[in-house]
């Protein structure tokens, strides 16, 4: 399939008018053809339109016929083959294993959703039969059931050009629910996401569904993702990226006519807790897991552990020696973008620069471009409570190790953190009362609790939660990844006394759903 640099707005190929887009191989700095340009609002409306004029029937749509239409996508996206996972490769820097991983995630994900359509569960529909004869008052016939929001507008995200970009979980689970998606691809990778829009453009043709179902745009600066914010059509946003990012669509969306929800995806830096039993039986371990967890990918995950806990002693001696000896033996790694690896040098230097920090070791340097020189820090629990800036996310290979005078600190500056995807916690059974004091407070601040792990690699599954409190995510009641991520995009209906022909199928009582229903508080299926 050729890339032609082309916007894909329903079935048609549009090339936009707007501003130059081209994509640059982050490992040479070599510019990659073809040229794209931008949007602009008259586009935005097009989309949306359509993407309007689709959901009322895609909403609709039987499950079977939704489930295979998700199940086509990720069929198209694994026919597209070595062209996508080059081109992939060439825009991000990444390495091909983690691009062909990737796919495969992506593809499982549109997989996953389609059980979850077949399955039903998600409507959670529940039916209250009439009690005519219930004294003093009677009980009318009350049914309800989850429908789709509305047309949604997902960003693409830079450090996952497929598995949070245009075929990605925000789209999928849109999808799933019964919303036409529009998405803004991201700049870095404009060829991957015209492969990937393409491949479910031709799904959408393949099933027979309204072409409204999915568009894909591109925008040079920031009018496109806000005109797409702010269009009264669109009903929901799925966004990943910076913290500046996602608060400046949050507040676009509540300052409409119609506020809208945005589920964004923006900031977090991972508290890991090393504890003192833990640390004394297998320290050196502990401290090679962790540095294998904080290079992976050049530190570029949302889940990167990038502050560590620690009872000061010999052991937290010893953990950094071990961590700080490996962490210097390693070489750079190719970071996204150029753009991507200035912040994080900033970032590095202000950690560099502060007099509250100590470096503890940096990895070897190189004079390639956009390389990660990857770094570890330390400061003391004091120190980090008084300097806010000490709390900022560096982006990259960089972790700050906070000294504590016992385990009774780790609730204090736990208190003191903002809101996290994950916190995690190395212990062993001599530790576990001071983590049963410790678990409320991290309950209250993060989305996800490891023990014995390390926070990079988020299962796609029924149990998983990827979000968390502000500024980790916009709405902590929610998850971008898991089966559970596809209640961002429906609410309840529910329906008085409508008559079994006017009913929908999920509330018939003769269910032709087959799905598991609550009647009269009791369990059905």
């Not at 609709?60 to 083959?81: H, K, M, S, Y």
């Not at 039969?129 to 995200?157: H, K, S, T, Y």
């Not at 973008?337 to 230097?349: E, K, L, M, S």
């Not at 005078?405 to 003191?416: I, L, P, T």
Request: include cysteine; proline fraction near 6%; charge should be negative.
């Amino acid at each position: 399939m050729t890339i032609l640099g082309e916007m894909l707005i329903g079935a048609r190929a549009v090339k936009g008018t707007n501003g130059p887009i081209q994509a640059i191989n982050p490992a040479t700095n070599e510019a990659l053809e073809p040229v794209f340009a931008g949007g602009t609002e008259a586009d935005v409306g097009s989309a949306a339109e359509l993407a309007w004029k689709a959901f009322a029937g895609y909403r609709e749509t039987a499950p079977e016929v939704r489930a295979r239409f998700l199940e086509a996508c990720a069929d198209a996206i694994q026919a597209l083959g070595d062209e996508l996972i080059e081109r992939a490769v060439a825009e991000s820097g990444l390495p091909r294993a983690r691009i062909e991983g990737e796919r495969g995630r992506t593809m499982g994900q549109l997989r996953l959703f389609a059980q979850v359509v077949r399955a039903g569960n998600y409507l959670d529909a529940r039916i209250d039969p009439a009690m005519p004869d219930r004294q003093p008052v009677p009980r009318a016939d009350l049914r309800m059931r989850n429908i789709a929001l509305g047309p949604v507008a997902v960003f693409g995200a830079s450090n996952f050009p497929l598995a949070f970009s245009v075929a990605g979980g925000d789209t999928a689970s849109a999808l799933a629910a019964g919303c036409p998606v529009i998405v803004k691809a991201h700049s870095a990778h404009p060829g991957t996401s015209e492969l990937v829009g393409r491949a479910i453009q031709k799904a959408v043709a393949d099933c027979g569904l309204h072409e409204g179902v999915f568009s894909l745009l591109f925008g040079a600066g920031n009018g496109v993702g806000q005109a797409l914010v702010a269009h009264p059509r669109i009903k929901a946003v799925g966004f990943t990226g910076s913290r500046a990012g996602g608060t400046a669509l949050v507040n676009i969306a509540a300052n409409r006519p119609e506020p809208i929800p945005v589920y964004a995806e923006m900031s977090s830096i991972n508290p890991v807790f090393l504890m003192p039993e833990a640390m004394k039986a297998r320290g050196d371990a502990i401290a090679e897991g962790f540095v294998g967890s904080l290079l992976m990918g050049a530190g570029q995950f949302c889940t990167n552990p990038g502050l560590v806990f620690a009872v000061e002693g010999d052991d937290l001696d010893r953990f950094l020696e071990v961590a700080g000896s490996k962490l210097s033996e390693t070489g750079t790694q190719t970071m996204l973008t150029p753009g991507i690896h200035d912040a994080y040098n900033r970032g590095v230097d202000q950690l560099e620069g502060n007099s509250r920090v100590r470096e503890v070791s940096r990895g070897q340097g190189s004079d390639q471009p956009n390389q990660c020189q990857a770094g570890l820090f330390v400061t003391t629990a004091d120190d980090f409570i008084a300097d806010e800036s000490l709390s900022a996310e560096v982006f990259g290979s960089s972790s700050l190790v906070v000294t504590c005078k016992s385990v009774d600190d780790f609730a204090r500056v736990a208190e003191h953190l903002e809101g996290q995807l994950t916190a995690t916690l190395q212990l062993d059974e001599g530790d576990h009362q001071a983590a049963r004091n410790l678990l409320p407070v991290l309950e209250t601040k993060a989305g996800r609790i490891l023990c014995n792990g390390y926070p990079t690699g988020v299962e796609v599954c029924h149990s998983m939660v990827h979000g968390g409190p502000y500024p980790a995510t916009s709405d902590s009641r929610t998850t971008s990844v898991g089966s559970a991520a596809i209640l961002r995009f429906i609410r309840p209906v529910c329906y008085q006394d409508l008559p079994q022909a006017l009913m929908p199928d999920a509330l018939k009582d003769a269910n032709p759903l087959s799905i598991r229903r609550l009647v009269d508080g009791q369990d059905q299926r």
